[in-house]
């Protein structure tokens, strides 16, 4: 489909779920435009999705995004220089 399989089929069941439980087949225009913009991303980047659970995990002690102050942060006095 172009974008992320489980993203993908996510929108698959709920524009399908939604078109035939509601019979609105507006929604179907809608869930066409997701996957559109879900294969945008893919291309984009194909590890967005990873990036973005490692974030959701990980969030208190891992910034994924590079900052203009950013620098290494000093080692310990017990550790030895190598």
């Known amino acids: 489909m172009g974008g992320d399989e489980s993203l993908s089929m996510i929108n698959l069941l709920l524009?399908?779920?939604m078109v035939m439980a509601m019979k609105v087949y507006?929604?179907?225009?809608?869930?066409?435009v997701v996957q559109m913009v879900l294969i945008f991303i893919n291309k984009r980047d194909p590890f967005m999705k990873d990036i973005y659970m490692r974030y959701i995990k990980?969030?208190?002690?891992y910034d994924p995004w590079i900052r203009k102050n950013y620098h290494r942060n000093r080692r310990f006095s017990e550790f030895s220089e190598y």
Not at 26 to 32: A, E, F, K, P, R
Not at 58 to 61: I, S, V
């Open 26 to 32: 507006g929604y179907l225009i809608v869930g066409i």
């Open 15 to 17: 524009t399908f779920n």
């Open 58 to 61: 990980l969030g208190n002690r």
